[in-house]
T-cell receptor
Framework: AQKVTQAQTEISVVEKEDVTLDCVYE???????LFWYKQPPSGELVFLIR??????QNEISGRYSWNFQKSTSSFNFTITASQVVDSAVYFC?????????????FGAGTQVVVTP | EAQVTQNPRYLITVTGKKLTVTCSQN?????MSWYRQDPGLGLRQIYY???????DKGDVPEGYKVSRKEKRNFPLILESPSPNQTSLYFC?????????????FGSGTRLTVV
């Protein structure tokens, strides 16, 4: 069963628009970790953020912000004032601390296309 | 430079011809893992290793083998490749486990099996 769902396959925006990427996860563990990675057209995977299940504070890093809500099992990612360089595939991932420790499950990814 | 190095970057092979994709990291990381990336499916874990001589199956281990004889190397072996193993493969490493430290990924190996 898919544990990480990224329902948006592709989002297209014009530069300077905001874009929000949805991530819904499923776990029975009380301790778990959520991640976002970026895959630009060059193909490498770049770590963006890690959040543990006990820390529901939202986080902002420059134009990026993350909204973690345990009540809805969501960890959404917003890019403010998007730029062409933000064009990439973005992956949400879940790592559980229980019996599944060591397994790291990615969502299917959301392609973001930012046009000038 | 701290990195995960995979080779080759591109590989075209024929069905049934054994191949090995190498992966090496220079960060003294204990944890290493292999993923395959397919359109619409994201990245799926093939195998992982928590230390030398310790390996375990991920979500899609069928048709693959791995070994971890040295800390720095974690090769992926396809004994008899089939066309459904055509994919983009990533090796990744983590200092003490991705849960705590996240992953450093290699640049990827695009494999085509004809």
């Amino acid at each position: 069963a898919q544990k990480v769902t990224q329902a948006q396959t592709e989002i297209s925006v014009v530069e300077k628009e905001d874009v929000t990427l949805d991530c819904v996860y499923e776990t029975r563990d009380t301790t778990y970790y959520l991640f976002w990675y970026k895959q630009p057209p060059s193909g490498e995977l770049v770590f963006l953020i890690r959040r543990n299940s006990f820390d529901e504070q939202n986080e902002i890093s420059g134009r990026y912000s993350w909204n973690f809500q345990k009540s809805t099992s969501s960890f959404n990612f917003t890019i403010t004032a998007s730029q062409v360089v933000d064009s990439a595939v973005y992956f949400c991932a879940l790592s559980e601390a229980g019996d599944s420790w060591g397994k790291f499950q990615f969502g299917a990814g959301t392609q973001v296309v930012v046009t000038p | 430079e701290a990195q995960v190095t995979q080779n080759p970057r591109y590989l075209i092979t024929v069905t049934g011809k054994k191949l090995t994709v190498t992966c090496s990291q220079n960060m003294n990381h204990e944890y290493m893992s292999w993923y395959r990336q397919d359109p619409g499916l994201g990245l799926r874990q093939i195998y992982y290793s928590m230390n030398v001589e310790v390996t375990d199956k991920g979500d899609v281990p069928e048709g693959y083998k791995v070994s971890r004889k040295e800390k720095r190397n974690f090769p992926l072996i396809l004994e008899s490749p089939s066309p459904n193993q055509t994919s983009l493969y990533f090796c990744a490493s983590s200092l003490g486990g991705p849960t705590t430290y996240g992953y450093t990924f290699g640049s990827g190996t695009r494999l085509t099996v004809v």
